[in-house]
């Protein structure tokens, strides 16, 4: 007659006595485990019919394999020493290997529970919603190889550390496809955002505004969703960024200034106002607008104590002074006001001068070469040196700024077309506008 044993006893209580029912139950516990104990050989356990039979008969000499417990252990929730003890009549579970000849009365075991108050499985459901597929070493790699960018983004340019963007990119989303606590998660989403931000504003400076406009909406999106309002400002500006660029001028006023209006105080509006404000208000001809949107960008820099010089132009960080006077310097550009543009450029020529961005260099010439010749005695052969200046600078990493800017010149340049220094740099820019970036450049332009 088969022996009545905890195992046996808890297998009639769930209906779980035929080989079919109860072999579908162990699988879906070894599969469990498996993932809780990261132990992948678990969830290829199985049971054959032979084995049911003799763990429900209770025909056991020994315990089954070690792996095999555990499974039993987490699905029951008791001790294996336990589920193959015999109960007593009243209950108890005795140790048949320890039972003494004169049986004795034993305590009755703790009330069965149902399967999801299994001590062990609330246990195990615990582990499973604050395990994490990103430690904390994976999220500072993250944030390193992002820092890393932006610091080196005006020696080595789009071309070079986009691969890099988008392998960051790709880490972020693969994890966060997985499972995290919501500290993780957040962090993740931050990393997240702040990649495809970067990845937008690549997409500008190489000329796909397309591209740049689906990153900078994921950026802005993933940002909002967490509550991260610096890297959702950010995310704006380079929204507005690429509108101008692709010469949707309303478009990008209006983004930056809604963007502003969420939060006009902020640091991150310093950027808002001048790069994406005073650009766009000066190409429409606003003048009272642009003095106004440039006075505010300057406020704000007292009150938040921004550096002096020019900071990265993809950095995170708040705008410093000189690149704030830079961005008017090409609103007061689009207005004709050439006074104010020359006056501007001379405040800020040592901090660009003395600056690691090339392209900076390249586009505070371009202006002022641009202004020597809106201005009543235009200085052609000045301008035109600027001009040269400006596209060997940006060397061999053309990006979508530069060439437009250039171009404009070389356009503007030629109502005095046989005048030697006007040949001379229309030679010049020719033979740079035929490097592949410049190119696609131009394809995308036209």
């Not at 003799?54 to 589920?83: F, I, K, N, Q």
């Not at 808002?272 to 404000?277: D, E, F, I, S, T």
């Not at 020019?310 to 689009?334: D, E, M, W």
């Not at 990006?399 to 356009?411: E, G, M, N, P, T």
């Amino acid at each position: 007659m088969p022996r009545t044993t905890l195992l046996r006893q808890l297998l009639q209580q769930r209906h779980l006595t035929t080989h079919e029912a109860f072999a579908a139950q162990f699988e879906r516990a070894a599969t469990r485990l498996a993932e809780i104990d990261r132990d992948h050989r678990l969830a290829s356990l199985q049971v054959s019919p032979r084995q049911f039979d003799r763990w429900y008969g209770g025909e056991l000499l020994t315990l089954p394999r070690p792996d095999a417990c555990r499974v039993l252990e987490h699905m029951l929730g008791r001790a294996v020493s336990e589920l193959f003890s015999t109960v007593s009549d009243g209950g108890g579970v005795h140790d048949r290997a320890q039972e003494p000849a004169t049986r004795r009365k034993v305590s009755s075991p703790p009330p069965l529970r149902d399967d999801d108050e299994n001590p062990l499985g609330i246990v195990a459901q615990t582990r499973q919603l604050t395990a994490s597929n990103a430690d904390d070493a994976t999220l500072a790699f993250l944030d390193a190889s992002l820092e890393g960018i932006t610091s080196r983004y005006e020696q080595d340019g789009p071309y070079t550390l986009r691969p890099q963007a988008r392998q960051a990119r790709q880490l972020a989303h693969t994890l966060l496809d997985g499972r995290q606590p919501p500290r993780t998660r957040r962090e993740l989403f931050r990393l997240a955002a702040r990649a495809a931000g970067l990845l937008g504003y690549m997409a500008v400076n190489m000329g796909d505004f397309t591209l740049s406009e689906a990153y900078c909406t994921e950026a802005r999106d993933l940002s909002r969703e967490i509550g991260d309002l610096d890297t959702e400002l950010w995310a704006c500006g380079t929204f507005s960024f690429g509108l101008y660029y692709a010469g949707r001028y309303d478009e990008a006023d209006a983004c930056a200034a809604a963007a502003v209006e969420r939060a006009p105080r902020h640091a991150q509006s310093i950027r808002l106002l001048a790069n994406g404000r005073a650009r766009a208000l000066g190409k429409a001809g606003d003048r009272r607008a642009v003095e106004q949107a440039i006075a505010q960008a300057l406020d704000l820099s007292d009150i938040h104590e921004v550096p002096v010089g020019l900071t990265s132009c993809i950095s995170f960080k708040p705008y410093g002074r000189a690149r704030t006077l830079a961005n008017a310097v090409t609103s007061h550009l689009a207005l004709r006001n050439t006074a104010q543009v020359l006056r501007d450029a001379e405040r800020i020529d040592d901090l660009v001068e003395h600056s690691t961005s090339s392209w900076s260099r390249s586009l505070v010439r371009l202006d002022v070469a641009t202004a020597l010749l809106q201005q009543g005695t235009p200085d052609i052969d000045h301008a035109m040196a600027l001009g040269r200046e400006a596209l060997r600078l940006s060397g061999g990493t053309p990006i979508s700024s530069v060439y437009q800017r250039s171009r404009d010149l070389r356009k503007q340049a030629g109502l005095w077309r046989d005048h030697p220094a006007v040949r001379d740099y229309g030679d010049e820019f020719r033979t740079w506008s035929l490097q592949p970036a410049a190119l696609a450049m131009a394809s995308s332009a036209s």
